[in-house]
């Protein structure tokens, strides 16, 4: 019936569902046993999560088509919120329309599982071809600036999250636990749960601060905490969903933590450099699209090509 | 029925797919007619997002009052602003005094419409606020019931400013006041009402566009 998603991958995202029933439940309890407590945030929080994990389940389920389409549009958000959010010039308004543009060819390249132009694309022909239209336009005050400031929004936002969708079109059969879903969902689940771990970590035992001029609420007890569960996480769940051995679902693991970590608080410099709080109002309880998707920048290149390399 | 075809299928997902709006105190957007929306004016985008902030059944109670010498200048633009955006035309340079350029206006709010007004009297410069015109103040005079509701809009003004053809996509910001209604002399009803949309613009976060 679902030709391209193997029994593990199905009983993956019934986990998935699980877990957000629980917390659901959980979240249900704690407003009836304290009713003068404000838990607005959480159970907005969760229902954004149900919505987020019902399009992306949805997306996986109905075929590879459907699941690069989804995160060629969480690409999109992603470089809209933060074309939104940095300052840019008039003068460039055609030079962010080419880089919108850019989206549906890097994830046509992952469609057509053309992996040469997948790579080259952005860090390439884009990069060179974006400061030539703005030299075209001829606006050349803060040209250093902008230049700068796209690329680095198109790499983050398309190119490192293009890797996530890519996953998808490796060659199934060197990986028949799970295939291409298989790595997505592991990608994925391990990212949001790390970012979970992480501020659970803390928030029970965090004392020191890790990185307190970026993020004063992150803490070594939180950041090792996670490092543990995601990494012990990602040693059981290994097996069923990818074609990694037991060492390497080891550096798998603490790839994802660290990765994770690096990538969320390389989005809060962003966001204090800029002087706001959320990146935006997309997911109520979470903040914005950013916020959500900041630790996957990094993880999602650094996981694929760690198990490209070993296994494809 | 055109109108809401027109709606459904290429104004709604538009606005919420390719722009994307943040929109600030929802509750204060007036369900039922007759009311005043007043916000500041950048791109032609601003009327289409502001007919998408009520229920689509509701559009037909929508009336942007809009300038009659830009919009009626040619038969296919002329059928498209009566029919599709339902306008209340509006002529910006009266020169017979004996005629009334609100009467339009104040029968629609006794109809029980909610009229849809930029008094700054065209888009500008894009992202900048112009001075307001007080045709809005007569029309509150006239009408001291009806409430008037501010609204300030960021971000259409980059998406799609005077002049140009490319959408480009950004997030918008719909900041909605609370309701003010006429006060007694034209003079403190428009700085009310210029405070308000200022006070409101100070709410948010906006990045530096130049």
């Known amino acids: 019936m679902l030709p391209h998603i193997t029994p593990s991958v199905l009983t993956a995202l019934g986990g998935v569902l699980g877990i957000l029933v629980v917390a659901s439940l959980i979240a249900a309890l704690l407003k009836r046993l304290h009713p003068d407590r404000n838990y607005t945030e959480l159970i907005q929080r969760i229902r954004s999560w149900w919505i987020m994990i019902g399009i992306f389940s949805g997306a996986i389920l109905l075929s590879r088509t459907a699941s690069i389409l989804f995160f060629a549009f969480v690409s999109f958000l992603a470089l809209k919120e933060y074309f939104s959010l940095i300052p840019t010039r008039r003068a460039d308004r055609r030079v962010l329309f080419w880089a919108y543009a850019a989206i549906p060819f890097q994830y046509y390249w992952v469609h057509e599982q053309w992996y040469g132009m997948f790579i080259i694309f952005i860090p390439v022909y884009l990069f060179l071809l974006l400061p030539m239209k703005m030299v075209i336009i001829g606006e050349t005050k803060d040209f250093l600036r902008a230049a700068g400031t796209l690329h680095w929004g198109i790499m983050t936002m398309v190119f490192s999250l293009s890797h996530a969708a890519f996953f998808l079109v490796l060659d199934g059969a060197r990986n028949p636990a799970g295939g291409g879903a298989g790595l997505v969902l592991y990608l994925i689940f391990l990212t949001q749960f790390n970012d979970v771990a992480q501020y659970v970590w803390g928030k029970l035992t965090g004392r020191h601060k890790i990185i307190p001029k970026v993020s004063p609420n992150k803490t070594w007890e939180g950041f090792l905490g996670g490092v543990g569960t995601t990494t012990a996480l990602a040693m059981v769940l290994a097996p069923h969903l990818t074609p990694l051995t037991v060492i390497e679902s080891l550096g798998a693991g603490l790839l994802i933590a660290l990765g994770g970590f690096i990538g969320d608080v390389t989005i809060s410099a962003l966001k204090r450099d800029i002087g706001v709080k959320d990146s935006g109002s997309l997911l109520p309880g979470h903040g914005g699209i950013l916020d959500r998707i900041d630790s996957l920048t990094y993880t999602a290149p650094l996981l694929f090509h760690f198990v490209y390399y070993l296994h494809y | ?210």
């Open chain 2, 1 to 210: 029925m055109l109108q809401q075809l027109f709606f459904v299928l290429i104004v709604r997902p538009l606005v919420l797919i390719v722009i994307g709006l943040n929109i600030r105190h929802r509750e204060r957007i007036p369900l039922k007619g007759p009311a005043i929306v007043v916000s500041n004016h950048n791109s032609h985008l601003d009327t289409l997002v502001l007919m998408t902030l009520l229920p689509w059944p509701r559009l037909r109670q929508l009336r942007p009052v809009a300038a009659k010498d830009y919009f009626l200048r040619n038969r296919v633009l002329a059928w498209f602003a009566l029919n599709i955006m339902h306008i209340i035309p509006l002529e910006r340079h009266l020169i017979d005094r004996t005629q009334d350029p609100l009467a339009a206006c104040s029968e629609a709010l006794q109809n029980g419409d909610i009229l849809i007004l930029f008094p700054e009297g065209s888009r500008g410069d894009p992202e900048q606020m112009g001075t307001l015109k007080t045709g809005i103040a007569h029309l509150a005079k006239r009408n001291p019931e009806v409430p008037v509701i501010p609204i300030f809009l960021h971000g259409l003004g980059k998406a799609l400013p005077k002049g140009e053809a490319v959408l480009v996509p950004f997030f918008c910001d719909v900041f909605i006041g609370e309701p003010i209604r006429w006060s007694a002399d034209r003079t403190s009803f428009m700085t009310t009402l210029e405070q308000e949309i200022k006070a409101l613009a100070e709410e948010g976060y906006r990045p530096a566009w130049e």
